[in-house]
């Protein structure tokens, strides 16, 4: 009891801290261009964006698409297609310069730090290929992630999806205002499982299907989510999907210890490898 109060009290006294920091960083915002405005805009209204590699322009595109394609061309056979639960193949690609010069982009830390109000970290990047599955579990699951109280998630498909490839899908925050009873109702499924996830029937009693929102698109389709405050999920899929992962919160998050995921050991980071003009491209 004097515990919970004590925790209660210090939650309390961070969530103020929070709201006096945003007010101070406020002004301290960095100008955006019309079209990245309305990037966060969308976020802050339907918590996803959906666009492409060639809207948003940058300058290491290329670069990022070519080390992607060279790294997938050299990833191991999953060799998973025995087993009942295909768990997703991810590499932690953080430390490839091609892979976090396209994350330290000044246009996408603008933008997630005008989305999150706080100065902003880019925390790392996965490069991952996700299998057919037949039964939702782990991130086929619909959930909430928790690194921060808002964060934002670039997700880059490195090749086409349609529904057999499973597209990322979310429910829109309009159909969930905090607050509001489906918030409640949703929140009330999510912690009876422990925050792992709700299957597509247990979301049917609170949100019809047709109102949930697929993201299919080819190759170079961008997904910006805050994928804390959106309720999302990889849909079940008959056919492998590849797509990149890039994640910024405030410096510092709420929750360092969920960010160390996206530069540390607990993936496989892939080794160096020679271009054929024998610079090794690991740094
Ligand atoms: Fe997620």
Sequence with gaps: MFNSTIN?????????????????HARKLPA????????????????????????????????LLKASYNQLSRMTDANNSHLTKRLPQIYTVTDFPEFSQWGQEQKLLNIAENYIGLPVT???????????????????????DSEDRRMVKIIIYLSDVEEKHGPF?????????????????????LWKSGYLGITDEQLKEVIPEHKWKSCPGPAGTVIFTD??????????????????????TANPPKRPELCTQYWDDT????????????????R
Excluded: C, M
């Excluded at 209660?8 to 801290?17: A, D, F, T």
């Excluded at 990245?36 to 590699?53: E, F, M, P, Q, S």
């Excluded at 993936?267 to 090794?280: G, H, I, L, M, R």
């Design 8 to 24: 209660k009290i210090s939650e309390l006294k961070s969530e103020l801290g929070h709201k006096a920091a945003l007010l101070n």
């Design 32 to 63: 955006l261009e019309a079209s990245d405005r309305l990037i966060v805009d969308h976020l802050k209204r339907d918590g996803v964006y959906v666009t492409t590699l060639e809207k948003l322009g940058l300058g290491s595109t290329s670069d």
């Design 122 to 144: 880019f925390q790392g990047v996965h490069l991952r290929k996700d299998f057919p599955n037949e039964n939702q579990f782990g991130t086929l699951l619909w959930h909430k």
């Design 169 to 189: 899908e979310y429910v829109p925050l309009s159909l969930t205002p905090l607050h509001s009873l489906n918030y409640y109702r949703i929140y009330y499924k």
């Design 227 to 248: 994928p804390k405050i959106a309720l999302h999920h990889g849909t079940l899929r008959s056919e492998d999907r590849s797509a990149l992962f890039y994640v910024y």
């Design 267 to 282: 993936f496989a980071k892939p080794e160096p490898y020679q271009e054929a003009n024998s610079v090794t491209v690991f």
